[in-house]
């Protein structure tokens, strides 16, 4: 027997769940609640008989895409207020400009990230053997497959970067790195690589890592690794504000596929202090200006993407751009004591590491 109590009905219920399985439906998904009473013993059919070991499986498909549901007094997403939280403004940019970008070139995007970033990969390294690690917006795993002595569990909105992972021998799952459908306080370090600058209000950004750094345990250590406004002498790239739309040039015919960054915002408009103000016009971010080139390449680029060629598609995707203190300002809001071990400029990225005290 289980006993169940739905809101929306008022009064639990008592309903007997031997050898069958229950079917919740509707509103009693959300409301739905259980749970095996403490005895030695049990009366089946009026015999008493001493209880063994029992097993309770509760099945639930995971959501990495916004909620729709009609249940929004039973549903956690609704919980918090979102016209007064600010957790479901961006969303719908972020769903055609992020998750939109990456379901379509995927496989294309996957073939020109293959060399890690030298300081994630020093964080790697320095894990202990065998501890437990997420990989949050995991991509094509090449973090997660670093070493084959941990225990990476990898994650990501798209689900191609998703199979990838489990195809490379990486448990993996589509998942939202802002409601990871991971156990708290169960891992020994977490990672989210290029991750929080396709994240696109202060709001969004401040529950990743809040969500983020209640998946460590205490000791566990966190590393973020996110792209910078301020670029190094060897980039291409030329950012002119903190929120841009940065489009992907793709090859019909073959995977040859370039990148040309465009700025969304007026060329004069100076970074905003820790990444909080946001254009309250999200149509600014459709009337994009060209960047600079460096190089010839780039001029090449640039070309290419001009003259619109027949076998070629053009995928925007959105990017806000870290400033120096960013990333650690939203560590230091979590709610967590987390102690900062390192903070340094990598290749055109801010990266951090922070361990969590408690």
């Known amino acids: 027997y289980a006993c169940t ?21 509707a509103g009693c998904r959300y409301g739905w609640t259980h749970g095996i009473r403490e005895r030695k013993s049990d009366v089946v ?29 039973l549903c956690d997403t609704w919980q918090a207020d979102p016209q007064s939280s600010g957790l479901m403004l961006g969303r719908n940019l972020e769903e055609k400009h992020v998750w939109e970008f990456y379901d379509n070139i995927h496989s294309q995007f996957s ?46 909105t798209c689900f191609g970067f998703a199979k990838e992972c489990r195809d490379k021998g990486v448990l ?36 990743a890592v809040k969500s983020l750094c209640s998946l460590l345990n205490a000791g566990g250590r966190l590393c973020l690794h996110a792209w910078a406004c301020k670029q190094s002498s060897e980039s291409r790239r030329v950012f002119q504000g ?34 909080q103000e946001m254009s309250s016009n999200r149509a600014e971010m459709m009337n994009t200006h060209h960047s600079e080139p460096k190089t010839n390449t780039d001029e090449k680029k640039r070309n290419y993407w001009q003259r619109g060629d027949p076998s070629s598609a053009i995928h925007r995707r959105f990017c806000h751009l870290f400033v120096e203190g960013e990333l650690e300002d939203l560590i230091s809001k979590s709610g967590f004591k987390m102690q900062l071990q390192e903070s340094c400029f990598d290749h055109s990225n801010w990266h951090v590491v922070a361990m969590k005290l408690e």
């Not at 109590?5 to 439906?25: E, M, T, Y």
């Not at 998942?175 to 209000?201: E, N, Q, Y």
Request: proline residues 7%.
């Open 5 to 25: 109590s739905l809101p929306h009905v008022g009064s639990p219920a008592r309903v007997c769940l031997s050898w069958c399985i229950a079917d919740v439906c």
């Open 45 to 73: 059919d009026g015999e008493i008989r001493p209880r063994g070991t029992r097993v309770s499986l509760t099945l639930r498909k995971t959501r990495c895409r916004p909620c729709h549901c009609d249940f929004k007094e």
């Open 111 to 156: 073939n020109t990230r293959h060399t890690p970033w030298p300081k994630v990969v020093d964080f790697v390294n320095s894990l202990p053997s065998y501890c437990t690690v997420a990989d949050c917006g995991a991509g094509n795993g090449r973090y997660s497959t670093q070493r084959d002595d941990l225990m990476c569990f990898a994650s990501d």
């Open 172 to 207: 993996s799952c589509q998942a939202d790195v802002l409601t990871p459908p991971l156990r708290k306080g169960a891992f020994d370090a977490v990672m989210c690589i290029a991750v929080l600058h396709h994240i696109s209000t202060y709001e969004r950004r401040l529950q």
């Open 242 to 275: 903190q929120d841009v739309m940065v489009p992907w040039v793709s090859r019909a015919t073959n995977s040859d596929s370039m990148s040309l960054d465009v700025t969304a915002k007026d060329p004069k408009e100076k970074p905003s202090k820790n990444g």
